[in-house]
């Protein structure tokens, strides 16, 4: 069976501090890759997806970015954070035959930017 | 453009029925989803629909009617554990295919 991973699980960064978050995917290969940010009591916004190593896309122009040095695993990173960047980071992976593009999520990692 | 709409907060009863609407305006259609987030975790997926009618899963079941733009999920024998955020969304098709447009999520409570 597939399994996702995230962590850190909790984060708490000065402002202006660098970020980096990883996702790695198990028991399947070459699978849709995302990162989702959720503030507080809003809706989930896409911020890249990958649907290979290397391939990244933006969905959101901010000072984040994102990386797939190998097939199931992800990164997020900044270089510099801003008090705006705080909120629950989630990445998702979905298959690329079948599953009808069901997307299926870590368990998160909660960053507070201070 | 692209929309999706949910109410925002429901209350419901312990073992009663609880019906929660979505209703979407999008560009292309390639299924629509509903996921389950309970408060502080991370979103599980319940059910998808790509062709119109009724999907039963248990205590869980979820309508899609294509020209009307409309789904609703049916929760039966409500439980206290169902208090969550219930997110619809629905696949974009083309090109877009592999990204879900996203609803804010109906927070429903159910009191006992």
């Known amino acids: 069976s597939q399994t996702i991973h995230q962590w850190p699980a909790t984060l708490v960064q000065p402002v202006g501090s660098p970020l980096s978050l990883e996702c790695t995917v198990e028991?399947?290969?070459?699978?849709?890759l995302y990162w989702y940010r959720q503030a507080a009591g809003r809706g989930l916004q896409l911020l890249f997806y990958?649907?290979?190593?290397?391939?990244i896309s933006s969905e959101v122009p901010q000072n984040l970015s994102a990386s797939r040095p190998q097939d199931r695993q992800f990164i997020l990173s900044s270089k510099k954070l801003l008090l705006s960047d705080s909120g629950f980071y989630l990445c998702?992976?979905?298959?690329?035959?079948?599953?009808?593009?069901?997307?299926?999520f870590g368990p998160g990692t909660r960053l507070l930017v201070l | 453009g692209q929309n999706i709409d949910q109410p925002t907060e429901m209350t419901a009863t312990e073992g009663a029925i609880v019906q929660i609407n979505c209703t979407y305006q999008?560009?292309?259609?390639?299924?629509l989803f509903w996921y389950q987030q309970h408060a502080g975790e991370a979103p599980t997926f319940l059910s998808y629909?790509?062709l119109d009618g009724l999907e039963e899963k248990g205590r869980f079941s979820s309508f899609l009617s294509r020209s009307k733009g409309y789904s609703y999920l049916l929760l039966k024998e409500l439980q206290m554990k169902d208090s969550a955020s219930y997110l619809c969304?629905?696949?974009?098709?083309?090109?877009?295919?592999?990204?879900?447009?996203w609803g804010l999520g109906t927070s429903l409570a159910v009191n006992p």
């Open positions: 998702a992976w979905s298959d690329t035959s079948g599953s009808f593009g069901t997307q299926y």
């Open positions: 028991g399947t290969s070459n699978p849709n």
């Open positions: 990958s649907v290979g190593i290397g391939q």
């Open positions: 999008t560009s292309g259609f390639n299924g």
């Open positions: 629909n790509v």
């Open positions: 969304a629905v696949r974009d098709s083309g090109g877009n295919n592999r990204k879900l447009i």
